[in-house]
């Protein structure tokens, strides 16, 4: 599992939502958390994973360093699907690098949308993804598909850490809810035989 997107989306913390403890460092501004290509074994629902967490881009390494990362563990180890990490804020979204992401790795690596900072959305975190506004402009699905950012599937989720929800009923269960659909997903695409580094067939 590779999880990518813009420095200070919260890639690290959605790392972490996935690993069920702090296996990344983070920090509560935009400064960039991941230095290096860094993995983390995790295990959920009796499924033992390795999650990477790459640098964000616009950060530490440049966008070519950044995505020959992934080439790399592509070559390398295989991936199971990529995860890329996105805050609602449109500066979060990276159209032109996604489908450079997706020219260096094989179309059978399907790419998640993971959407975060939503524990304060009003209704379902969903609702983010699916709800017309009343002007009737596009869904905010309906806008990232307009920009050419389609995706195999998608979450809307909290990532606040444990200690942040510890004492706030309504944090804590969308962050409980939050990770149980991101485990779903990764569930979902990691079953079966694991994907052979560069292969073109799952």
Request: hydrophobic share 35%; charged share 25%.
């Given at each position: 599992?590779?999880?990518?997107?813009?420095?200070?989306?919260g890639?690290s913390?959605?790392?972490?939502?996935?690993?069920?403890?702090t296996?990344?460092?983070?920090?509560?501004?935009?400064?960039p958390?991941?230095?290096?290509?860094?993995?983390?074994?995790?295990s959920?629902?009796g499924?033992?994973v390795?999650?990477?967490?790459?640098?964000?881009?616009?950060?530490?390494?440049t966008?070519?360093?950044?995505?020959?990362s992934i080439?790399?563990?592509?070559?390398?180890?295989?991936i199971?699907?990529?995860?890329?990490c996105?805050?609602?804020?449109?500066?979060?979204?990276?159209?032109?690098?996604?489908?450079?992401?997706r020219?260096?790795v094989?179309?059978?690596?399907?790419?998640?949308?993971?959407?975060?900072e939503?524990?304060?959305v009003?209704?379902?975190?969903?609702?983010?993804?699916?709800?017309?506004?009343?002007?009737?402009?596009?869904?905010?699905g309906q806008?990232?598909?307009?920009?050419?950012?389609s995706f195999?599937e998608?979450?809307?989720?909290?990532t606040?850490?444990?200690?942040?929800?510890?004492?706030?009923?309504?944090?804590?269960?969308?962050?409980?809810?939050?990770?149980?659909?991101?485990h779903?997903?990764?569930?979902?695409?990691?079953?079966?035989?694991?994907?052979k580094?560069?292969s073109?067939?799952?």
């Amino acid at each position: 599992v590779v999880v990518f997107g813009r420095t200070g989306a919260g890639i690290s913390s959605l790392v972490n939502l996935i690993a069920g403890s702090t296996v990344a460092q983070c920090h509560a501004d935009t400064r960039p958390c991941t230095q290096k290509v860094t993995g983390h074994r995790a295990s959920f629902a009796g499924k033992q994973v390795c999650i990477y967490d790459i640098p964000g881009f616009e950060g530490v390494s440049t966008e070519s360093e950044t995505i020959e990362s992934i080439r790399s563990l592509e070559r390398e180890r295989g991936i199971d699907v990529l995860v890329y990490c996105m805050r609602k804020a449109r500066q979060t979204m990276m159209p032109d690098t996604l489908r450079e992401i997706r020219r260096v790795v094989p179309s059978e690596v399907p790419i998640v949308a993971v959407v975060t900072e939503l524990e304060r959305v009003e209704g379902r975190m969903e609702s983010w993804w699916t709800t017309q506004p009343e002007d009737g402009r596009l869904t905010n699905g309906q806008a990232l598909e307009q920009r050419g950012m389609s995706f195999d599937e998608h979450a809307c989720v909290t990532t606040l850490p444990l200690e942040d929800v510890a004492h706030h009923d309504t944090f804590r269960e969308r962050r409980q809810e939050s990770q149980e659909v991101i485990h779903s997903i990764l569930l979902g695409r990691c079953r079966g035989v694991k994907r052979k580094p560069g292969s073109s067939v799952r």
